[in-house]
């Protein structure tokens, strides 16, 4: 990998980094599917307009990836790389791909502790190539943002929101609007004037930058649904002893099958043998709560997820696990 220089302005006051690992924003026709195609991102990004007070650079992957691709391996480059990179730049973008850019968000958002500067993750649900392409647009987005020298977090840009990135989640295939966060309101709005909600941004870490790399842990995520699952579940946690956590999909606000006993003895032993339960709705909006005699699960040992989103979920305990951190933290 190296560095390329994409847009240099004589009197800049910003740098920015902007991180390319692949995903539908570079991809091409090949054999009549999309395929990544290794430097026509960069080929493309060369006809941005300059923007006034911005220096680019840009930083492609070796091996860019469809994001369905992505591995513990990818998240560990990104954050070495912004970890090498963080005292030369005011901030970062990252080209991701979209089906699984709010896991590598929510993953950057725990693992990046400390974090001082905007990292800003983005992509495109139609590729460059095409004339009618979101990503010009979301690219544009994310750099504004990434100048923002007051927004000391991770956030997904897209559509023309600006979203926190552990609250975001990809809600359409087939709509400019990919993403959207429906327990939290945006970060930004990018009209004709650009609304920042500064109120709603995270105040500076009281913590040095030090990032957390994650590790590989035998995590499992599992929905309940009525009839057969409920088994299924209960002989995985009876039978999988090397599992480190479980992320319980619950119903409606926490609640399970209670009268099933041989199903919350199986959560039971499973808690009591170390293995880290966390509960979160599978409701797109709301949160865990114990108002239900079936939501009473902190008895078992299961940690209340609250609002958190399945990604939010697997990339917290995934950090927790990484720092050798116990779940209340």
């Not at 649900?125 to 690219?139: A, K």
């Not at 897209?158 to 609250?167: A, D, H, I, T």
């Not at 119903?251 to 509960?279: E, H, L, Q, W």
Request: proline share 3%; aromatic share 8%.
């Amino acid at each position: 990998m190296k560095l390329i220089s994409i847009k240099s302005n004589i009197n800049n006051q910003q740098k920015i980094l902007i991180l390319y690992t692949g995903g539908t924003i570079g991809m091409n026709y090949v054999d009549n599917v999309l395929q990544v195609v290794p430097g026509l991102f960069s080929a493309q990004l060369n006809q941005l307009s300059e923007i006034n007070n911005l220096s680019i650079d840009l930083l492609e992957y070796e091996q860019l990836i469809d994001s369905s691709d992505i591995v513990i391996e990818n998240w560990q480059q990104i954050i070495n790389d912004i970890s090498k990179y963080y005292d030369s730049y005011d901030g970062f973008v990252v080209i991701h791909g979209t089906d699984t850019m709010a896991y590598t968000a929510s993953i950057l958002a725990f693992a990046l502790r400390g974090l001082e500067k905007p990292v800003i993750v983005t992509g495109a649900q139609l590729p460059l190539i095409h004339r009618r392409s979101d990503g010009w647009t979301n690219i544009i987005d994310a750099l504004f943002s990434a100048s923002q020298s007051d927004l000391n977090e991770v956030a997904i840009a897209f559509n023309n929101k600006l979203f926190r990135g552990c609250r975001a989640q990809k809600v359409s295939t087939n709509r400019f609007i990919a993403f959207d966060s429906v327990d939290e309101e945006p970060l930004a709005e990018f009209g004709i004037e650009i609304e920042w909600h500064k109120k709603r941004w995270l105040k500076p870490s009281s913590y040095s930058f030090s990032p957390i790399l994650p590790q590989k842990f035998n995590i499992i995520d599992l929905s309940l649904r009525p009839g057969f699952m409920t088994d299924f579940i209960a002989q995985t946690l009876n039978e999988q002893h090397e599992l480190d956590g479980v992320i319980l999909q619950t119903y409606g606000s926490g609640t399970i099958p209670m009268k099933n006993i041989d199903f919350v003895k199986a959560i039971k032993n499973a808690c009591d043998r170390g293995v880290i339960i966390i509960s979160i709705t599978q409701v797109s909006e709301g949160t865990v709560s114990s108002d239900y005699a079936n939501s009473q699960l902190g008895e078992l040992g299961v940690v209340n997820g609250k609002d958190m989103t399945p990604e939010a979920a697997l990339a917290k305990l995934t950090i927790l696990l990484s720092a050798q951190l116990s779940s209340n933290n």
